[in-house]
């Protein structure tokens, strides 16, 4: 679950670039986190719900969160988009499903624009380290057709939402949830950080690259160098 957020037309600078989400949701089998990424030379593609998304915090007392899916665009890591990687022809893949927590909450989310994807609703809260974050949840509402290891996913979201922050910096944790073949996976990670914490016992810590995941390389590039930093 999350929220997406950034609007620059120009290439992402180096501190742009810290606002883009690395996306892994690793399977039963598989996972991989983004270190191993930076370093393997082989951008992994895990088993789960993949992906990158931009996400723009406020800069000053007041502003707005923004999430964008910014659907057919390439930054300087790969593609934006999302996408269940490992799949099958037959693989039926539900349930999937983005939550962001945010301190401070927004005043309101704008309405979903999306062709796919639902408005973000507030679904309570939940407490972290840095306090009580408000949560929203977006769900995945176009039938998903899966495909031969890499199934795409519409990513045309655009959320904005007004909040005041009088000058601290707000958190965000991200989870995201997808069920392949009645297998629900899911973790989290907190923006800008490299910290992942699998949600369930379906979902594995990371493990190195395999041949699967190179297979899935057709894919839009998920690519995560030190200077990036996923959420």
């Keep these: 679950m999350s929220d997406i957020l950034r609007a620059e037309k120009q290439e992402p600078s180096r501190r742009a670039v810290a606002s883009v989400v690395a996306w892994a949701l690793p399977t039963i089998a598989v996972a991989v986190s983004a270190p191993a990424r930076a370093s393997s030379g082989v951008p992994a593609q895990p088993a789960g719900l993949n992906g990158w998304i931009l996400f723009k915090m406020p800069g000053d007392s007041t502003g707005a969160y923004r ?67 408000e949560s929203y949840e977006m ?27 009088d000058g601290t910096e707000p958190s965000l944790y991200v989870d995201r949830y997808v069920t392949v073949d009645g297998v629900e996976l899911a ?23 395999t041949p699967r995941d190179r297979r899935a390389f057709t894919a839009p590039d998920e690519e995560l160098e030190s200077d990036a930093t996923p959420a």
């Design 187 to 209: 973790f989290r990670r907190k923006y800008g950080t490299n910290v992942y914490t699998p949600l369930n016992s379906n979902t594995p810590p990371s493990t190195p690259n």
């Design 139 to 165: 769900t995945y509402l176009s039938t998903i057709v899966p495909t031969e290891g890499v199934t795409n996913l519409v990513s045309d979201m655009v959320f904005t939402g007004d909040v005041r922050v």
């Design 67 to 133: 999430v964008e899916g910014r659907p057919g665009e390439t930054h300087q890591y790969g593609s934006y988009g999302l996408w269940v990687t490992n799949t099958t022809r037959r693989s039926v893949i539900t349930d999937t499903r983005i939550i962001l927590h945010y301190l401070p909450g927004p005043s309101s989310w704008s309405p979903s624009t999306s062709s796919a994807w639902s408005d973000l609703n507030q679904i309570g809260t939940h407490d972290f380290p840095e306090g009580r974050h």
